[in-house]
């Protein structure tokens, strides 16, 4: 769904209520839900839904971090509702509280809060989107926001005008026109004393800064709107191809060397389609210069993707999920077989005293397999064998009567091999449970 720009001109009542008919209908959906706080630009926005003659509900987050302006926020819109029978629903949040416990950022925490419940209204109801009254300042407020954070192209091309389950059809607007319109049609509204506070950076963007910049560069709004559409141009033909590539990544389980000669928003924008915060993004293009072996831990608990570990020719995607559990059957045969391979031993009966037991191996173990006059490490048995780095520590050897049997599906034991000499041959597989 496109959103365009308008370069100037204000809009009249009828064109913004049309065009807002116009967006909503491309959107296709059976019912919306407004996001309304009581402010100019909400109640601006709840007018034009209500002249649209679409069906709709207005919601509301109370975070009673205000007091009585809080729920004076509450009522008011509330109230609103009531006398032009609209559909209402409001949540009360302690978000005092919840910062004191957690120690979060406010405004990262009001904004989860808020989407949370928006979204468990949209995911009750089949075909219905989220309205939000965000609109051009809004926009170049998040430009600069962005670039400050070193959020990339993803971050400073700003919102879109449909993302997912939200709707911002406002986009277009400018703060002067949203005010002309308030004004025009007699609207009521709450202001926020917050709003006024520059220690949020948002508000010192909109109060200082930015104010300062228009007036040493009168055009850098139109400049900031422009770098946005050339962005939004960008992520939509990358996020193709990282869909494509984040796919090759989920299906191998590995991320190849030279997918990190794509073009760096495209493997940004994949390693997000694969959980991967975007704050490993040099990590993970260092990683791929590392020595064998180097690994990348991945701190979010969302993720199925806990390590990424550099091998020879690929970096390694590890799972939480562990690989399966391999389980031991034994059977006496009278023979030998004219070939043996490595998943199935033939050993000397007279050592099975006992089960055969699996478990991991531990630092510094050895054993001498078959072919070899000496001993030799576990772990270099492994990495000669092509275990991957990433898989070694979670590969198994097998134990009889207090000493290494062998690695299942690598090699087996010198000591315990069976011969034509052998008066009891046992056959062991291993398989998984």
Not at 158 to 172: E, W
Not at 201 to 215: D, H, T
Not at 278 to 293: I, M, N, P, R, W
Not at 399 to 415: A, D
Request: aromatic share 8%; glycine share 6%; with cysteine.
């Amino acid at each position: 769904m496109k959103n365009a720009w308008r370069k100037s001109g204000k809009s009249s009542n009828l064109t913004m209520i049309e065009n807002l008919k116009s967006f909503l209908k491309q959107s296709q959906g059976k019912h919306f839900f407004v996001a309304c706080s009581g402010g100019l630009d909400s109640m601006v926005l709840l007018q034009l839904v209500a002249e649209s003659k679409v069906p709709f509900t207005v919601l509301h987050v109370n975070y009673q971090l205000r007091g009585e302006e809080s729920d004076g926020d509450e009522i008011f819109v509330s109230e609103h509702c009531k006398t032009h029978k609209l559909p209402f629903e409001s949540i009360r949040v302690d978000l005092g509280k919840i910062l004191a416990e957690n120690k979060g950022n406010l405004q990262n925490e009001a904004r989860k809060i808020r989407y949370a419940y928006f979204k468990s209204h949209v995911d009750k109801t089949p075909s219905s989107y989220l309205i939000t009254a965000h609109h051009a300042a809004d926009q170049i407020e998040t430009f600069w926001l962005q670039l400050f954070r070193g959020s990339g192209i993803s971050g400073m091309a700003g919102m879109t005008a449909k993302n997912d389950f939200i709707l911002r059809p406002l986009l277009p607007y400018s703060k002067a026109e949203i005010l002309a319109f308030a004004q025009q049609n007699a609207l009521k509204w709450r202001e926020d004393a917050s709003n006024q506070n520059p220690k949020y950076a948002r508000n010192f963007l909109r109060l200082e800064a930015l104010p300062f910049l228009r007036i040493q560069m009168p055009e850098i709004d139109s400049e900031v709107r422009l770098l946005q559409q050339v962005f939004q141009e960008e992520l939509i033909a990358a996020k193709e191809k990282a869909v494509e590539l984040s796919g090759k990544w989920h299906s191998t389980q590995r991320i190849e060397l030279d997918d990190a000669n794509n073009n760096s928003i495209v493997f940004h924008e994949a390693m997000k389609l694969c959980s991967i915060p975007s704050v490993y993004f040099q990590a993970l293009l260092d990683l791929t210069k590392a020595e064998k072996g180097k690994k990348l831990i991945i701190e979010n608990p969302g993720a199925s993707i806990k390590e990424i570990v550099k091998e020879s020719r690929f970096l390694a995607l590890v799972s939480n999920v562990l690989p399966p559990k391999l389980c031991v059957k034994t059977e006496v045969t009278t023979s030998l077989p004219e070939s043996f391979n490595r998943d199935v031993w033939y050993i000397d009966g007279m050592y099975l005293n006992h089960e055969i037991e699996l478990r991991p191996w531990k630092s510094g173990e050895k054993m001498k397999p078959i072919g070899l006059t000496g001993s030799k490490k576990i772990s270099d048995i492994l990495k000669d064998f092509g275990i991957e780095s990433n898989k070694k520590a979670f590969h198994p050897i097998a134990i009889l009567n207090g000493e290494i049997l062998g690695i299942p599906g690598v090699c087996l034991s010198q000591k315990f091999m069976a011969t034509q000499n052998s008066t009891r041959i046992i056959k062991v597989t291993f398989a998984p449970c």
